[in-house]
């Protein structure tokens, strides 16, 4: 009885949001269709922050160029291919803009390991990609995302012995001020150091401010409509911490504000891209539409001013990976929050420490989660106890509350005023079930998000046919199982004495069972070993409070 309420309060949960995407779906915004354009023309596109820094004025806002979707670029551009360990990206020398990216340890499905999964990418359908560039005091000073850069190469491949490899993007403005956008890869990390060195070759002060920004499209694959996953923006400040955004705000220019010691981010379900400025240096955060149904997300920096023959340099560093915690803790403080657990994340962070210690021995995602429930059995094994010997008492009373029901037929509020009268002299709490389990729910919910966000679950094998834990059970067999089991527990628990709360309840396994079908294996093996511990436990209880009721 136990588990199944908590499956009623995550089933009106997740029915509440598919309703609210439907209502989208019929009712909602609809991105705008997606109409190629030529790379040297965009009317009144203005995906570059709006707002002149110090010093800049508003001329220096440049006009958004097309990306086209073709191996050989237009107007003069190419592509450029960038191979590390980690990363294989696609770089357009117009702005020197990632247009693509696939992670080389995570393939697209365990069935095709040679396909690598595309977290950037150029296509309509899922349209996104990072661009950065220089806002200067004079347009044809600084190099934007419209520019067209030059490289000594269109390929560069990081070869087993370098510990890290540089690759420079270079334009020169007619007055002869050099700007090298410089990429510096470093083996085993997902990171990027993005710089922009400026060298003034030219008579007079150069003045620009650095920018970096994301822009993305509505996925077209929305993934599994029963597990829901934010897909959007999100930034990291001092003052607010984490905060998200969906695409829609951002469109609407939601996000504008002053940021130290911050990031932003793109996120969706395993995987994000994010740029983190230098610390200690205020950047204005901002948002805006792009057009074509595309969001964009940014930072740019405080204006620069550089002398006569003087160089400068402007940091960061990208970060285009995974969601694994350690790693993008190590990058910026709160990127790990990136890994979305909601509001009980105070919960689920401790909750996925004491999984990954439990991994480090077995290495093996499947015996981690069933010894992880284990645990969690035992450290709520007396307050389910306490739940399953109020429910066993209750069972004993069945044969009374029936022929209660027999002598009072349809006069409800007398048969309730009976039963209350025979609770309160047998000295049994008819709550005494549900209370320990509301203590419980906060906890399983955390699981829920813990199971659902690890991205190391994802593509992670068990035993025989579970070789991806974080898609659904290709045979049926663990939902099948788990519906069998709530039967069980049905059993073991006192019927309902309303006739129609009794058909519900018997038609709840099989509901459950179709929508667990199409839950991650991982989370409905978690379900699985927790209705058996469950049933054990309680026909234990059971068996005992009914053998000491006949002695």
Same mark, same amino acid.
């Given at each position: 009885?136990?588990?199944?309420?908590?499956?009623?309060?995550?089933?009106?949960?997740?029915?509440?949001?598919?309703?609210?995407?439907?209502?989208?779906?019929?009712?909602?915004?609809?991105?705008?269709?997606?109409?190629?354009?030529?790379?040297?023309?965009?009317?009144?596109?203005?995906?570059?922050?709006?707002?002149?820094?110090?010093?800049?004025?508003?001329?220096?806002?440049?006009?958004?160029?097309?990306?086209?979707?073709?191996?050989?670029?237009?107007?003069?551009?190419?592509?450029?291919?960038?191979?590390?360990?980690?990363?294989?990206?696609?770089?357009?020398?117009?702005?020197?803009?990632?247009?693509?990216?696939?992670?080389?340890? &995570?393939?697209?499905?365990?069935?095709?390991? =040679?396909?690598?999964?595309?977290?950037?990418?150029?296509?309509?359908?899922?349209?996104?990609?990072?661009?950065?560039?220089?806002?200067?005091?004079?347009?044809?000073?600084?190099?934007?995302?419209?520019?067209?850069?030059?490289?000594?190469?269109?390929?560069?491949?990081?070869?087993?012995?370098?510990?890290?490899?540089?690759?420079?993007?270079?334009?020169?403005?007619?007055?002869?001020?050099?700007?090298?956008?410089?990429?510096?890869?470093?083996?085993?990390?997902?990171?990027?150091?993005?710089?922009?060195?400026?060298?003034?070759?030219?008579?007079?002060?150069?003045?620009?401010?650095? &920018?970096?920004?994301?822009?993305?499209? =509505?996925?077209?694959?929305?993934?599994?409509?029963?597990? &829901?996953?934010?897909?959007?923006?999100?930034?990291?400040?001092?003052?607010?911490?984490?905060?998200? &955004?969906?695409?829609?705000?951002?469109?609407?220019?939601?996000?504008?504000?002053?940021?130290?010691?911050?990031?932003?981010? +793109?996120?969706?379900?395993?995987?994000?891209?994010?740029?983190?400025?230098?610390?200690? =240096?205020?950047?204005?955060?901002?948002?805006?539409?792009?057009?074509?149904?595309?969001?964009?997300?940014?930072?740019?920096?405080?204006?620069?001013?550089?002398?006569?023959?003087?160089?400068?340099?402007?940091?960061?560093?990208?970060?285009?990976?995974?969601?694994?915690?350690?790693?993008?803790?190590?990058?910026?403080?709160?990127?790990?929050?990136?890994?979305?657990?909601?509001?009980?994340?105070?919960?689920?962070?401790?909750?996925?420490?004491?999984?990954?210690?439990?991994?480090?021995?077995?290495?093996?995602?499947?015996?981690?989660?069933?010894?992880?429930?284990?645990?969690?059995?035992?450290?709520?094994?007396?307050?389910?106890?306490?739940?399953?010997?109020?429910?066993?008492? +209750?069972?004993?009373?069945?044969?009374?509350?029936?022929?209660?029901?027999?002598?009072?037929?349809?006069?409800?509020?007398?048969?309730?005023?009976? +039963?209350?009268?025979?609770?309160?002299?047998?000295?049994?709490?008819?709550?005494?079930?549900?209370?320990?389990?509301?203590?419980?729910i906060p906890f399983f919910i955390a699981l829920y998000w813990v199971l659902l966000e690890s991205v190391e679950l994802r593509q992670a094998p068990w035993i025989l046919w579970i070789d991806d834990l974080s898609i659904k059970d290709p045979y049926f067999v663990l939902p099948l199982i788990m519906g069998a089991s709530m039967f069980v527990q049905q059993k073991l628990n006192p019927p309902p004495p309303d006739p129609m709360?009794?058909?519900?309840?018997?038609?709840?396994?099989?509901?459950?069972?179709?929508?667990?079908?199409?839950?991650?294996?991982?989370?409905?093996?978690?379900?699985?070993?927790?209705?058996?511990?469950?049933?054990?436990?309680?026909?234990?209880?059971?068996?005992?409070? =009914?053998?000491?009721?006949?002695?």
């Amino acid at each position: 009885m136990d588990n199944i309420r908590l499956f009623l309060f995550m089933a009106l949960a997740f029915l509440g949001m598919l309703l609210y995407q439907s209502w989208q779906e019929d009712y909602g915004p609809k991105p705008a269709e997606y109409v190629e354009q030529p790379a040297s023309t965009a009317p009144g596109s203005t995906d570059v922050p709006t707002a002149p820094a110090p010093g800049l004025d508003d001329s220096a806002v440049p006009n958004v160029p097309g990306v086209t979707n073709t191996g050989e670029q237009a107007n003069g551009s190419r592509l450029v291919k960038i191979k590390t360990d980690m990363l294989d990206l696609l770089v357009d020398t117009r702005g020197g803009t990632i247009v693509e990216a696939r992670l080389q340890d &995570y393939p697209v499905s365990v069935d095709k390991p =040679e396909q690598k999964f595309r977290l950037l990418s150029r296509s309509p359908g899922d349209f996104f990609i990072a661009q950065s560039g220089l806002l200067a005091n004079d347009k044809s000073r600084g190099p934007t995302h419209q520019s067209i850069f030059s490289t000594t190469a269109d390929e560069f491949v990081m070869t087993p012995d370098q510990p890290s490899m540089d690759v420079d993007f270079t334009w020169q403005s007619p007055d002869g001020v050099v700007i090298t956008k410089r990429y510096i890869f470093t083996r085993g990390q997902h990171s990027v150091a993005l710089q922009h060195l400026v060298s003034n070759g030219s008579s007079s002060p150069w003045v620009a401010r650095d &920018y970096r920004q994301l822009q993305r499209g =509505e996925p077209a694959d929305t993934g599994n409509a029963f597990m &829901y996953t934010f897909t959007g923006g999100a930034i990291y400040s001092q003052e607010e911490k984490y905060q998200k &955004y969906d695409l829609e705000d951002l469109g609407k220019g939601k996000l504008d504000r002053d940021v130290t010691d911050g990031w932003i981010s +793109m996120i969706q379900h395993y995987f994000l891209a994010a740029f983190v400025p230098p610390r200690g =240096e205020q950047q204005h955060f901002y948002s805006q539409s792009a057009g074509n149904g595309r969001s964009v997300i940014g930072t740019y920096s405080p204006a620069q001013s550089v002398a006569p023959g003087a160089t400068a340099a402007f940091g960061g560093t990208m970060f285009i990976g995974p969601k694994l915690q350690e790693e993008l803790a190590g990058i910026a403080e709160g990127l790990d929050l990136t890994v979305d657990y909601g509001w009980l994340v105070f919960i689920a962070k401790p909750m996925y420490w004491v999984l990954e210690k439990i991994q480090s021995f077995v290495h093996n995602w499947g015996w981690t989660i069933i010894i992880f429930t284990i645990l969690i059995k035992l450290a709520f094994f007396k307050l389910s106890e306490t739940s399953y010997r109020s429910m066993a008492n +209750m069972r004993k009373l069945t044969p009374r509350i029936q022929a209660l029901k027999d002598r009072y037929g349809d006069d409800k509020q007398r048969m309730q005023q009976a +039963m209350m009268e025979m609770y309160k002299t047998e000295k049994i709490n008819p709550l005494g079930g549900c209370l320990p389990m509301l203590v419980q729910i906060p906890f399983f919910i955390a699981l829920y998000w813990v199971l659902l966000e690890s991205v190391e679950l994802r593509q992670a094998p068990w035993i025989l046919w579970i070789d991806d834990l974080s898609i659904k059970d290709p045979y049926f067999v663990l939902p099948l199982i788990m519906g069998a089991s709530m039967f069980v527990q049905q059993k073991l628990n006192p019927p309902p004495p309303d006739p129609m709360q009794a058909k519900i309840m018997l038609a709840l396994p099989v509901v459950f069972t179709a929508m667990f079908a199409f839950f991650p294996s991982g989370l409905v093996l978690y379900w699985v070993v927790n209705n058996l511990l469950s049933i054990a436990q309680q026909w234990v209880i059971t068996k005992r409070i =009914e053998e000491g009721a006949k002695s």
